[in-house]
Nanobody
Framework: QVQLVESGGGLVQAGGSLRLSCAAS????????MAWFRQAPGKERQFVTA????????YYAESVKGRFTISGDNAKNTVYLQMNSLRPEDTAVYYC?????????????????WGQGTQVTVPS
C-alpha cells in the first residue's frame, strides 16, 4: 500500500499562485509515476499532470500547460504542483495519485493510490 497526503490548498485570487504538496509513504519503492488530478463540482475527475519517477519528462493537460509545473523530490517521496496564473476554472479538489506500472497514462483507472484531496478555490 502507498499512502498519500496532500497539502497547500486554499483560496487565491485570479492571477495568483499556489503550491500543492503530496507526500507518499508506505511501499514507495513501487511508485513509477506521481500525478495530480482535479475534480470540480458536478464534473468528473480529470488529469492535470504527471511526473514519472524514472526521470522521464513530466506531461500536462493542455488546459494547464505553461501555467502549472510539477516537480518531485525522490528522497522525500514528495511531489509538488506549482500553479501560477490561476483562473476561476481551476477551482476544484486536487488529488494526488500514484501509478505503479511503467508507461505514460492520463487515465484515472490507471492510478492505484489516491490522496484525500485538497481544495483550491479561485473566485470569479
Amino acid at each position: 500500500q502507498v499512502q498519500l497526503v496532500e497539502s497547500g490548498g486554499g483560496l487565491v485570487q485570479a492571477g495568483g499562485s499556489l503550491r500543492l504538496s503530496c507526500a507518499a509513504s508506505g511501499r514507495t519503492f513501487s511508485i513509477f509515476t506521481m500525478a495530480w488530478f482535479r475534480q470540480a463540482p458536478g464534473k468528473e475527475r480529470q488529469f492535470v499532470t504527471a511526473l514519472p519517477w524514472t526521470g522521464d519528462d513530466p506531461y500536462y493537460a493542455e488546459s494547464v500547460k505553461g501555467r502549472f509545473t510539477i516537480s518531485g523530490d525522490n528522497a522525500k517521496n514528495t511531489v509538488y504542483l506549482q500553479m501560477n496564473s490561476l483562473r476561476p476554472e481551476d477551482t476544484a479538489v486536487y488529488y494526488c495519485a500514484v501509478r505503479v506500472s511503467l508507461g505514460r497514462s492520463t487515465a484515472r483507472a490507471e492510478y492505484s493510490y489516491w490522496g484525500q484531496g485538497t481544495q483550491v478555490t479561485v473566485p470569479s
